[in-house]
């Protein structure tokens, strides 16, 4: 089992930075990818960005390319979400998530654990 745990979600006026973290705990050692994803009320959830445990491989929803950088740090298992020049569209709830073999990072269906979710609001 893999255990995660995001932090780092907020109230943050439009054109703001955040930055959201995600603790990796367990078996983490079987993770191959580990993603984000977010989800507003009544919508999907959706990819956002996704990095593979070496850092060499990285992956944008187009939504977020050029504002968003996925990044991790595997001597604290951690994989970060540094989001720049937010806007109002990006308010959900985002969520980590990790995959333990090689998949197609964009769907959701693809991954096999999930964090609780951390809010990120975006006030115009």
């Known amino acids: 089992q893999v255990q995660l745990l995001e932090s780092g979600g907020g109230l943050v006026q439009a054109g703001g930075s955040l930055r959201l973290s995600c603790a990796a705990s367990g078996r983490t050692y079987s993770v191959y990818a580990m993603g984000w994803f977010r989800q507003v009320p009544g919508k999907e959830r959706e990819f956002v960005a996704a990095i593979d445990w070496s850092g060499e491989s990285s992956f944008y929803a187009d939504s977020v390319k050029g504002r968003f950088t996925i990044s991790r740090d595997n001597a604290k298992n951690t994989v970060s979400l540094q989001m720049n020049s937010l806007k109002s569209e990006d308010t959900a709830v985002y969520y980590c998530?990790?995959?333990?073999?090689?998949?197609?990072?964009?769907?959701?269906?693809?991954?096999?654990?999930w964090g609780q979710g951390t809010q990120v609001t975006v006030s115009s």
């Open positions: 998530a990790a995959i333990t073999r090689m998949r197609i990072l964009s769907l959701e269906r693809e991954y096999d654990y």
